[in-house]
């Protein structure tokens, strides 16, 4: 019979991911040593362990150890003994806000963004939006759309349907390779032919991730280590900056027939009306124009009075826009009014603008 002697730091997991190659074989140590509660082993203690011909192979990073301790869950390095916080158990997966604030991130790596040509006026509106979504390494795995990742919580799709991470992860793989191939690539996971820059599908082991069968893999807790990684590693938050704002592509350069054949940038191009309508954007998509129509009518300016008006003219529009947003459609947008209070505030301190024309887009040279 082969055993084992607990040693100071060992927990079931990290035994069975040292002893027999996957961490979630401590279920078999645990039933073979009539182990009720896991965390409750002793130093100096003599465990059983499973005899096996072969080590099942493992599909974890080689580094890294998965560790439960009911509800909490935690990863730790062979080489450090430190655990660290990974996500809290909720529902069919984790729950985790992450500690990587984007704000401090935009303040310390400025040249990483000059280098993908995003303008200090992107950042600007940005940043008075990101407050009111998550941060960097943000990781959800307990609802309908299995994974969910990042500032905007961009997800892998619920049931068959297509999702907005694989189009974050294509541009990972456009803009850094390197960062790509280490976080995901190496793990046989990779973006479909089909994704775009919005929409798409991930590819796993050569197989296309389009059944809620196949997506229930990326609930798995290795799988969202990864994904914290990621949200940690410079590239891939850079890149999410870069997503973030490449939004502004689906919504205020569009001419449309619901403003009159205008974009919205056309009748309101400063930072203060873009920041709002980012955070419109990513809260309730779908309500944006109509909410702008509706407040446009309100003020009882025309579209070309607006077009061709000042900052008075936009500033008239956007507190109608603002009341209008509040209690819009047959389910208005969460919290409205305490998130547009979080862009004003930014307007206050003198971080974004409320003059017509001020924001600057770089979106022609990327």
């Known amino acids: 019979m082969k055993t084992y002697t607990v040693k100071s730091g060992d927990s079931l997991g990290l035994i069975a991911f040292k002893q027999l190659g996957a961490t979630a074989k401590w279920r078999e140590i645990a039933e073979l040593n009539n182990i009720v509660n896991p965390s409750k082993i002793e130093v100096g203690q003599i465990l059983q362990l499973p005899i096996e011909s072969e080590p099942t192979p493992s599909t974890e990073r080689a580094d890294v150890v998965i560790i439960e301790e009911d509800p909490r869950i935690y990863y730790q390095y062979q080489t450090d003994t430190t655990r660290k916080y990974l996500g809290k158990k909720f529902r069919k997966g984790i729950f985790r806000p992450g500690s990587q604030i984007t704000e401090t991130f935009i303040q310390q790596n400025p040249n990483l963004l000059a280098d993908l040509k995003i303008s200090k006026s992107e950042v600007n509106a940005l940043l008075a939006t990101s407050e009111n979504e998550g941060n960097l390494d943000a990781v959800n795995t307990w609802d309908n759309s299995f994974m969910s990742f990042g500032m905007f919580q961009w997800t892998l799709g619920a049931g068959t349907g297509e999702g907005e991470l694989p189009a974050l992860i294509k541009l990972v793989k456009e803009k850094y390779p390197d960062a790509f191939q280490q976080f995901c690539g190496q793990f046989g996971v990779d973006v479909s032919a089909d994704t775009n820059a919005t929409y798409g599908y991930l590819i796993h082991n050569n197989n296309k991730v389009d059944t809620a069968a196949e997506k229930q893999f990326f609930r798995s807790n290795i799988v969202a280590y990864r994904f914290v990684a990621a949200g940690m590693d410079q590239r891939v938050c850079a890149v999410q900056i870069l997503h973030a704002i490449n939004r502004f592509n689906l919504f205020y350069f569009n001419k449309t027939e619901k403003l009159g054949g205008n974009s919205l940038f056309d009748l309101l191009s400063s930072e203060y009306a873009a920041a709002l309508f980012l955070d419109n954007h990513v809260n309730r998509p779908g309500y944006l124009w109509p ?63 409320a003059s017509k024309g001020s924001f600057k887009s770089n979106r022609a040279l990327r």
Do not use: F, H, W
């Open 291 to 353: 909410c702008v129509a509706k407040a446009i009518s309100n003020s009882g300016l025309s579209y070309e009075q607006l077009k061709n008006g000042g900052d008075k003219e936009e500033m008239k529009v956007i507190n109608q826009y603002l009341n209008v947003r509040e209690t819009y459609g047959n389910s208005p947008m969460t919290d409205a009014k305490n998130r547009a209070a979080v862009t004003k505030r930014y307007l206050d301190s003198g971080k974004i603008s």
